[in-house]
């Protein structure tokens, strides 16, 4: 049953706020698995948080099991009250590229990651921060016109995480250590509004070509924390070089996946008619966007599948405040990118 406490901001967003005896639990686990590691960063942790998820409060697996399996009306859920210690963590990083091991921040991540792995196996890419799991996204002065997280002068437009990718994640999460800025984060879902039979023959048809975006080029991925592997960007190349024509709508016709990435995302050479229903439909994304402004302690879940979302044009406070989000990738069937990945119980895809 869906709790009490739940209440609806405006589809598709819904509110958790997390409740005493929950926050006690979720402490108890951090306690416990930061006695163990110094780093989220390993597939050992990561293994550890899976089963130590099993362990949350029950109302909190509960609502991460009807989350995933749709039986929420909802395309995103906020969870309000994560434990952030702003005089612990630190000044807000310059940089995405900060360090692995013992951060400020552990206790925080361990506790992202640890309600994170509730809804499915956390990963990371080999060609975006070297397989990294928990990103930093603060604003980057030289990317500020970029659509990537560290942008911030243009609108970040909609989007699902590597959409480009067979093996994209299902969910992600977003917890806000910093927003002073007050920018946006913008959301709307498929469920919102209906797709009439024509435009649907043609959205749900491989006629739309996806490319990588730049986060994943070895331009963007120069780190001080260690050596870039280039033989790692290859299915990159390949990717930019002979893209595979893909649906943008696909499965149930009542509850669609949906594979967009605005900025991206074009239809295949000529198609006048697929490119037309492209922009149809992201006009109706727009028609039926929602916003929230997060706050310190606040975490998102995004049905990456079923979601597509966005930022706000915001002015950064360039400096030791300035706004600081972390993201985390899952996925419900980490088996099926194990061609891609270096081993068996390894979890960054090439």
Same mark, same amino acid.
């Given at each position: 049953?869906?709790?009490?406490?739940?209440?609806? *901001?405006?589809?598709?967003?819904?509110?958790?706020?997390?409740?005493p005896?929950?926050?006690?639990?979720?402490?108890?686990?951090?306690?416990?698995?930061?006695?163990?590691?110094g780093?989220?960063?390993?597939?050992?942790?990561?293994d550890?948080?899976a089963?130590?998820?099993?362990?949350?409060?029950?109302?909190?697996?509960?609502?991460?099991?009807?989350?995933?399996?749709?039986?929420?009306?909802?395309?995103?859920?906020?969870?309000r @009250?994560?434990?952030?210690?702003?005089?612990?963590?630190?000044?807000?990083?310059a940089?995405?590229?900060?360090?692995?091991?013992?951060?400020?921040t552990?206790?925080e991540?361990?506790?992202?990651?640890?309600?994170?792995?509730? =809804?499915?196996?956390?990963?990371?890419?080999?060609?975006?921060?070297?397989?990294?799991?928990?990103?930093?996204?603060v604003?980057?002065?030289?990317?500020?016109?970029?659509? =990537?997280?560290?942008?911030s002068?243009?609108?970040?437009?909609?989007?699902?995480?590597?959409?480009?990718?067979?093996?994209?994640?299902?969910?992600?999460?977003?917890?806000?250590?910093?927003?002073?800025?007050?920018?946006?984060?913008?959301? +709307?879902?498929?469920?919102?509004?209906?797709?009439?039979?024509d =435009?649907?023959?043609?959205?749900?048809?491989?006629?739309?070509?996806?490319?990588?975006?730049?986060?994943h080029?070895?331009?963007?991925?120069?780190?001080?924390?260690?050596?870039l592997?280039?033989?790692?960007f290859?299915?990159?190349?390949? &990717?930019?070089?002979?893209?595979?024509? *893909?649906?943008?709508?696909?499965?149930?016709?009542?509850?669609?996946?949906?594979?967009?990435?605005?900025?991206?995302?074009?239809?295949?050479?000529?198609d !006048?008619?697929?490119?037309?229903?492209?922009?149809?439909?992201? @006009?109706?994304?727009? +028609?039926?966007k929602?916003? *929230?402004?997060?706050?310190? @302690?606040?975490?998102?879940?995004?049905?990456n599948?079923?979601?597509?979302?966005g930022?706000?044009?915001?002015?950064? #406070?360039?400096?030791?405040?300035?706004?600081?989000?972390?993201?985390v990738?899952? !996925? &419900? #069937?980490?088996?099926?990118?194990?061609?891609?990945?270096?081993?068996?119980?390894?979890?960054?895809?090439?």
């Amino acid at each position: 049953m869906t709790h009490s406490t739940d209440t609806p *901001v405006r589809a598709p967003l819904h509110v958790h706020p997390l409740t005493p005896r929950e926050c006690a639990g979720i402490e108890q686990l951090v306690d416990q698995l930061a006695a163990s590691f110094g780093s989220v960063e390993t597939s050992e942790f990561a293994d550890a948080c899976a089963l130590a998820a099993q362990e949350l409060p029950r109302p909190l697996r509960e609502l991460a099991h009807r989350f995933k399996h749709l039986h929420l009306p909802c395309s995103a859920l906020l969870i309000r @009250g994560v434990p952030v210690d702003d005089s612990r963590i630190g000044p807000s990083p310059a940089h995405w590229d900060a360090t692995w091991r013992n951060p400020p921040t552990l206790r925080e991540e361990i506790a992202q990651c640890l309600l994170t792995s509730a =809804l499915g196996e956390i990963f990371g890419w080999r060609t975006q921060e070297n397989g990294r799991f928990l990103r930093h996204i603060v604003p980057i002065e030289r990317d500020r016109g970029e659509q =990537l997280g560290g942008g911030s002068s243009v609108t970040l437009v909609w989007h699902n995480e590597e959409a480009f990718h067979e093996h994209r994640c299902d969910f992600l999460s977003i917890v806000c250590y910093r927003n002073e800025e007050r920018a946006e984060t913008i959301l +709307a879902t498929i469920d919102d509004f209906d797709v009439p039979d024509d =435009l649907w023959a043609v959205l749900s048809a491989p006629r739309f070509v996806v490319l990588p975006d730049t986060s994943h080029l070895p331009d963007q991925n120069i780190s001080a924390h260690w050596r870039l592997d280039d033989d790692a960007f290859e299915r990159i190349r390949r &990717m930019y070089a002979e893209p595979c024509p *893909v649906p943008a709508l696909s499965g149930s016709r009542r509850r669609p996946f949906i594979q967009v990435d605005e900025a991206y995302m074009r239809a295949v050479d000529g198609d !006048t008619q697929a490119q037309a229903a492209f922009d149809w439909l992201i @006009g109706r994304f727009n +028609a039926h966007k929602c916003s *929230v402004v997060l706050e310190p @302690g606040d975490m998102l879940w995004i049905d990456n599948k079923r979601a597509v979302h966005g930022r706000s044009v915001y002015q950064p #406070n360039y400096g030791p405040r300035h706004r600081w989000l972390r993201r985390v990738n899952v !996925t &419900m #069937n980490l088996r099926g990118s194990m061609p891609l990945r270096e081993h068996a119980v390894a979890r960054h895809i090439v």
